[in-house]
């Protein structure tokens, strides 16, 4: 009965779970010589609230370095819902959607990294949120979450709309000296 609840649960993480390995020299390089290595996930979630046991079982398992959420559907009266969600040696900061139901991103890391809110907004076709993720003070990583909401009638923005507002977005990153990781999904 246990190895069913296994599958489903690994199998409804798999569903929202993309796990990559990020080469990038952010960290001190490793006794053996070779670079150390970020382990990168991206989650699109479509509500953490229902789904917190399962992320924490992800997160344990899996044991990346940083997490990022799209549509975590979360609201500033989820506090409790955040605390859950975060097993020990982890942060989670998060920006909810404001004024609408749903969206919402966030980035879960280990405490053993730096992170820093560079810059968060909402466009007309999209919202981001923008950190950068150090492990010492000279090397950083700029991580950009993207989520695009798909083309509504409460939400008529087209692939045109978006690309006008994300090209500007774009040229403004164009000039930053870290390495840049950009998340996305619509």
């Known amino acids: 009965m ?37 382990l990168l996930c991206s989650l699109n979630t479509r509500s953490v609230c229902n789904k917190t046991d399962h992320i924490l079982d992800y997160v344990c398992d899996c044991k990346a370095d940083l997490l990022a959420f799209r549509q975590t559907w979360l609201t500033r009266e989820d506090s409790a819902v955040r605390v859950n969600l975060c097993p020990g040696g982890y942060k989670f900061i998060h920006q909810c959607r404001a004024g609408r139901c749903g969206g919402g991103t966030g980035l879960m890391f280990c405490d053993l990294l730096n992170v820093k809110k560079v810059d968060r907004g909402e466009h007309d076709s999209y919202e981001f949120l923008e950190w950068l993720v150090s492990k010492s003070s000279s090397n ?43 998340l996305s999904c619509g």
Do not use: W
């Open 140 to 182: 950083k990583l700029r991580v950009d979450i993207i989520y695009r909401p798909p083309y509504t009638e409460e939400h008529p923005m087209t692939v045109t709309n978006f690309c006008n507002e994300f090209a500007r977005y774009m040229e403004s990153l164009l000039l930053s000296k870290e390495q840049l990781v950009m």
């Open 2 to 38: 246990e190895n069913s609840a296994n599958k489903t649960k690994i199998s409804s993480l798999q569903k929202i779970n993309k796990l990559t390995g990020v080469n990038c020299s952010i960290g001190a390089t490793a006794l053996n010589g070779y670079k150390q290595f970020l």
